[in-house]
């Protein structure tokens, strides 16, 4: 071998080390940025959206949504204190939270029902469960909840009246586990009253929204992907939340909006997907 051969065969080494090398470290700190920063770097997104049959005394109404706390080993409590602090500073009419409060150890459910005890919204706190709270025994997670001054509605409703006029939150069971039914939800709606439901899996807007009561659908479950690379998107979405998976969608004449979820689930990581606390004000269309 000559000087010339062995020389090229020292730099391409030399430079093959120095790309595993490169790798190593850009996949250390890509980890380390994934797991120690964008996971519990809130996002807030404001969003107004224009119902129609809203009452003119319900515009400007805000809902505060988040959804997918996940809360185990692996959430950090500083997330859930900066989303709680960011409601109670911008004094939202109600927060929505729409499932998965715990991923599997009931043991979790007494300690976000703590954390979730100092929101302060104008009118209430409400809720629906998802799958994972149906897995982990939703009864063990209920007490905390209504402790917590969290109404969790099953297949229920609430109607908020503002001078005679009415706007309904219904709050559906998970569509895995607890059977959604949204003609029991809406017992006892008015039909002239606009319908926003909460329900865990987005995709189900497609079967929710032939009903034409519906004005808007609040949902998680995606995580919006949890990791996410440019110019491709989420790398994995769970069903039932594939088609919906982040953001505003319309769906024949409903509204639907999937918050990104404020944990994290098989993996602690978060990339170009941060966690989300939505500022929703609901204006007449």
Known sequence: MNFKDKQDRYFNRRHFLKLCGATVI??????????GIERQWLSVESVTIPLRNLPEVFAGFTIAHISDIHYDQYEPEEVVLA????INARKPDIVAITGDFITLRNSHAEAIGFLLKDLNPKEGTFACLG????IGHEKRVLPYLNKAGVQTLRNQNVTFNRRGS???LAGLNDAWFGGTNLNTALAGHRNNSPVIAMMHQPDMADELSRDPRLSLQLSGHSHGGQI???GYGPLHLPMTGQKYSS???????????????LGVI????RIFCRPELTIITLVPA
């Open 26 to 35: 850009g996949g250390i700190a890509g980890s380390a940025y994934a797991f």
């Open 228 to 230: 996410c690379l440019p």
């Open 247 to 261: 953001g505003l969608y319309k769906v024949r004449d409903a509204w639907v909006y999937t918050n990104r979820g």
């Open 131 to 134: 799958n994972h709270d149906w």
């Open 266 to 269: 098989t993996i602690p990581f």
């Open 83 to 86: 989303a709680i602090n960011e």
């Open 166 to 168: 009415e706007l309904t």
